[in-house]
């Protein structure tokens, strides 16, 4: 079933890490961004996008893979980014806002990151939870969607505050690369990786 959730690191512990960290130097989103944060019977409630990643809250997010036949569009996140800047990772990722669709996330994401939109398919429903450094955690439910496209078609427009660079690849290439410089990739890129080494998600 397509809304079924599938966990990725079903072992992996919630909240921020435990060590000292400067939280003074890690500022609110201004004006707030407020994403859906998961109450434990499942409901939603706003929560401002920076307190969720420094108190290891769950809440929704989504990741957007666009392939040109055998290969994934992926990109570099800028390095200024607030967490895993100048990181590779899939085509885009982000949150809904609060009372967003989460489909009209996607488009909206693909459109301020990389220029472009195109049809997206839904694809599975994943939980995951990592540290992704600077005192920041995810601990993020994620709808996954893809789409195939005819590259040629496609004209990306960077974003340099989001992105500073993209590159097609295949999941081999991907697969040998992680093997070489792991720490090259963003840590819930490398989780799904791990989970789909073939991007057969």
């Known amino acids: 079933m397509i809304d079924e959730i599938l966990y990725l690191t079903p072992d992996a512990l919630d909240g921020k890490q435990q060590k000292p960290v400067d939280y003074s130097t890690i500022k609110p989103t201004d004006p ?3 994403i859906p944060s998961i109450n434990e019977d499942g409901t939603l409630y706003p929560i401002e996008k920076i307190k969720a990643h420094i108190d290891g809250t769950h809440h929704l997010a989504l990741s957007v893979f666009i392939f040109g036949g055998d290969e994934l569009l992926i990109q570099r996140r800028a390095h200024g980014k607030y967490h895993c800047g100048g990181q590779w990772a899939n085509t885009c990722c982000t949150h809904p806002h ?10 909206r994401q693909l459109t301020e990151e990389l220029g472009f939109s195109v049809p997206l398919d839904e694809k599975l429903i994943v939980e ?3 540290d992704v450094g600077g005192g920041l955690w995810e601990r993020e439910r994620v709808r996954m969607f893809s789409a195939d496209v005819n590259k040629s078609d496609i004209k990306i427009n960077l974003n340099s505050e989001e992105v500073c660079e993209v590159k097609w690849v295949t999941s081999e290439e991907l697969k040998f690369d992680i093997t070489q ?7 819930w890129f490398r989780i ?3 989970r789909f080494p073939d991007l057969s998600f």
Do not use: G, Q
């Open 128 to 130: 995951y939870s990592a």
């Open 32 to 34: 707030a961004i407020m």
């Open 181 to 187: 410089n792991a720490e090259a990739y963003t840590p």
């Open 98 to 107: 609060f009372d967003e669709n989460i489909k009209t996330a996607a488009h």
């Open 192 to 194: 799904y990786l791990n």
